[in-house]
């Protein structure tokens, strides 16, 4: 069997005397739609620093796509592509310019990358705004076009964190269908997202709650095991003992 995409151990992180990720072990096989699941302050975001090279361990180990995230933070960064809640793309730039400047970054040669602006461009239906400045676009467009820079390079993993908030359920479906194309790419996607029906999407999902992963498993085992009829009633049952809350 190939290696998983991602390996943890143990997986720690505090800050000063609060631990914010506490002791999580877990694999993620390559190829599967991943989803993160916890209540506000339950360490996802922590979690995915750590394994996206941004912030280091207090102890545990990480694997991601084969490399040590100690030692081998800025390899793993070459390999993965990461949307972040409050995700970076220049408003004051339109949608072309913003691929042309991630390509740059990702080093992506001149030649492949027009190729590729045309791709995204045409993929997400931006065809008629691609000279509007990003500030013009409805979020749910920002949001396609972020995720669809942040696989620019064609990575092995990619992470989203929260990548749907704020938007429609219609516009959040069509997020997905993006998800499951990248997904058959072969690329791992890791998911966080506090939409309960998207938790169904996943191939399999971890629920954390204060810093520990509490439950993981295809949402089909986790409604067995929990005796329940939804995600959202695991996720309840989960979170009812949780001491963090939303502050
Ligand atoms: N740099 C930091 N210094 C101190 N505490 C931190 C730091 N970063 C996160 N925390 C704390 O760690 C806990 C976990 O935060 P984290 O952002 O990982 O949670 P989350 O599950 O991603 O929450 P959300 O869903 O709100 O994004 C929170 O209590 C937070 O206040």
Not at 55 to 74: H, I, M, N, W
Not at 165 to 178: A, L, M, N, Y
Request: aromatic residues 10%; hydrophobic residues 35%.
């Amino acid at each position: 069997m190939s290696e998983p995409a991602i390996q943890t151990e143990n997986l720690t992180r505090k800050f000063g005397d609060f631990t914010a990720v506490d002791n999580i072990t877990f694999e993620v096989e390559k190829g599967e739609i991943f989803g993160f699941l916890g209540a506000n302050g339950a360490g996802k975001t922590t979690a995915m620093r750590m394994l996206t090279g941004l912030l280091t361990p207090t102890s545990g180990k990480a694997l991601v796509s084969g490399k040590d995230v100690y030692r081998q933070a800025e390899a793993i960064k070459k390999k993965i592509g990461y949307m972040s809640q409050k995700f970076s793309l220049y408003d004051d730039l339109t949608s072309e310019e913003n691929i042309r400047f991630y390509g740059g970054i990702y080093g992506i040669p001149d030649k492949e990358l027009y190729r590729k602006i045309d791709e995204v461009i045409n993929s997400l239906g931006l065809k008629d705004v691609r000279k509007k400045l990003v500030r013009s676009l409805p979020l749910g467009w920002k949001q396609k076009l972020a995720f669809s820079i942040a696989i620019l390079h064609n990575p092995n993993i990619v992470f989203l964190d929260e990548p749907t908030g704020g938007v429609d359920p219609v516009t959040r479906r069509q997020f997905w269908e993006k998800i499951y194309e990248v997904s058959d790419r072969g690329i791992t996607v890791f998911v966080t997202t506090h939409y309960m029906d998207e938790a169904e999407y996943c191939d399999r999902i971890s629920i954390m709650v204060d810093g520990r992963m509490d439950a993981i498993g295809s949402p089909r085992e986790l409604k067995e095991n929990f005796e329940s009829d939804s995600i959202e009633d695991v996720f309840i049952k989960l979170a009812r003992g949780a001491e963090r809350g939303e502050g």
